[in-house]
């Protein structure tokens, strides 16, 4: 549960990162002419978000929307009624996911200094991989999907959660309007997240059986746009996009974007809102064990006489 003063805080991407998706679904595809293999491209410095991460532990982090995401895992966990004796933690930042400390057969892959997505795991080898709230942060979302499937044994299990959907879109939407005023143009300020169309996809394409996506709504409340900003800071999630800028941003920008910001997102009492979408998925690698879909054809009742008969019904 959130401590009180956390709670207390709980109010009662697209187009880019689709781009990238898109581009990375054609990757390997043969054509009547072959095309050289195209690299995905980087769209996160993940160095940076290494060392921003780093400074955030430095300076107290702020754990609320991590803490809610590990107990939400453990309770995922414990609803799968199975062991998983072999199991890794991707990326989880802090202490990682508690359901998984303290086992000695927990393998702990954590972001270093360079931001490597190449996993160092062994073909089958693992029966679990759980990750909270680091794959937002990933270039290549379809090869590391890939790796940790071959990763997993027949019938083991991907269990993740990260920040997608409208995640602080009133942040970006502040931001834009008040650059576009101000400055007049727009600079890359919050990352593109994935929607669950977007994950579940590339769920099937790594060959993941079973999957399943959803989403968990977070709205947090704040004073003002500069307590959401330092928050974010805290969690080691601010501005690691490679076409960020690298100016320091006018005053009078960032008072404008507050302004828009209140006038625009905020609740009777003045306080302003927060929107972070947290978005689940998970599957398994195939195993015969597993239910299978129908056949196309070997369905022993029509769809229109089910209907017919509910209608007489």
């Known amino acids: 549960m959130l401590s009180a003063s956390m709670a ?11 781009r990238r998706i898109a581009r990375a679904v054609g990757i390997g595809v043969t054509s009547v002419m072959a095309s050289p293999v195209q690299a995905p491209p980087v769209l996160f410095d993940r160095a940076l978000l290494h060392a921003r991460q780093r400074r955030a532990r ?3 982090p702020a754990t609320f929307l991590l803490d809610r995401v590990d107990e939400d895992m453990a309770d995922r966990l414990a609803a799968v009624k199975r062991d998983f004796p072999d199991a890794a933690d991707l990326w989880t930042p802090g202490e990682g996911v508690s359901a998984l400390r303290g086992r000695a057969s927990v393998q702990r892959i954590a972001l270093d200094e360079t931001g490597e997505e190449r ?9 679990l991989v759980a990750s909270a709230l680091a794959l937002q942060f990933v270039n290549d979302l379809p090869g590391v999907l890939a790796q940790v499937r071959r990763a997993l044994r027949p019938d083991g299990l991907l269990l993740a959660a ?8 009133e942040l970006r939407q502040a931001f834009a309007a008040a650059e576009a005023e101000c400055e007049g143009g727009v600079s890359p300020r919050v990352a593109p997240f994935a929607d669950l169309r977007d994950i579940g996809a590339l769920l099937q394409r790594a060959g993941f059986a079973l999957p399943v996506t959803d989403v968990d709504r977070v709205v947090v409340r704040y004073s003002n746009a500069f307590a ?7 969690m080691g999630a601010a501005n690691v996009l490679i076409e960020r800028r690298r ?15 209140a006038g625009r997102f905020a609740d009777p009492d003045g ?19 597993q239910q299978q879909p129908l056949k196309p054809g070997s369905a022993k009742a029509s769809l229109a006489d089910a209907v017919r008969k509910a209608k007489r019904d």
């Open 8 to 18: 207390e805080r709980l109010a009662p991407r697209h187009g880019l990162l689709k």
């Open 58 to 60: 430095a300076l107290g």
């Open 119 to 127: 996993l160092p795991l062994a073909p089958e080898t693992l029966d």
């Open 162 to 169: 990260m920040i997608g959907g409208d995640s602080l879109i």
């Open 228 to 234: 959401l900003m330092q928050d974010l800071r805290r």
């Open 247 to 261: 100016t320091l941003t006018r005053r009078t920008t960032m008072l404008r974007m507050a302004e828009i910001y």
């Open 271 to 289: 306080r302003i809102r927060a929107t972070f979408d947290v978005v689940w998925l998970s599957g398994w690698a195939p195993h015969a064990s």
